[in-house]
């Protein structure tokens, strides 16, 4: 293609060889449904407790637990942090897990923001 120096994307091999251009109608990532994992008040379960499980589960540091955990006690929910799909079920579960083999009710669900 000597003198083919526009860059149509045709080539020289014959009839039906050009190349086609996609043109992208969509964005090619989207980006996934976000959940929100809340703490369910209760009259048993202790303080502490809770607080121990959002550093251990959640990653938060002692005063952000502890802020959390007095939330959920004053207001009967809370949020102790916000993932994709899997990582939020996965944290309900360690958490009904360890409320379990501990013999606490705490109750801890998941809900699309
Ligand atoms: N209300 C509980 C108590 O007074 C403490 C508590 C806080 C329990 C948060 C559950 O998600 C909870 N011992």
Same mark, same amino acid.
């Given at each position: 293609m000597a003198e083919d120096n526009n860059n149509d994307q @045709? =080539? =020289? *091999?014959?009839?039906?060889r050009d190349v086609g251009v996609v043109t992208r109608t969509?964005? @090619?990532?989207? *980006?996934?449904?976000? /959940? @929100?994992? $809340?703490? $369910? +008040? =209760?009259d048993y379960t202790p303080q502490e407790f809770v607080v121990w499980l959002l550093q251990a589960v959640f990653n938060r540091d002692a005063?952000?637990?502890? *802020?959390?955990?007095?939330?959920?006690? %004053? +207001?009967? #929910?809370?949020?102790?942090? #916000? /993932?994709? /799909?899997?990582?939020a079920e996965t944290k309900v579960? %360690? #958490?009904m897990e360890l409320s379990r083999r501990n013999q606490h009710p705490l109750q801890c669900t998941?809900? *699309?923001e």
């Open positions: @045709k =080539d =020289d *091999r014959g009839p039906g969509a964005p @090619k990532t989207k *980006r996934p449904s976000l /959940y @929100k994992v $809340l703490l $369910l +008040n =209760d005063e952000e637990s502890l *802020r959390i955990m007095l939330h959920v006690h %004053q +207001n009967g #929910v809370g949020i102790c942090g #916000v /993932y994709t /799909y899997e990582v579960a %360690q #958490v998941m809900e *699309r």
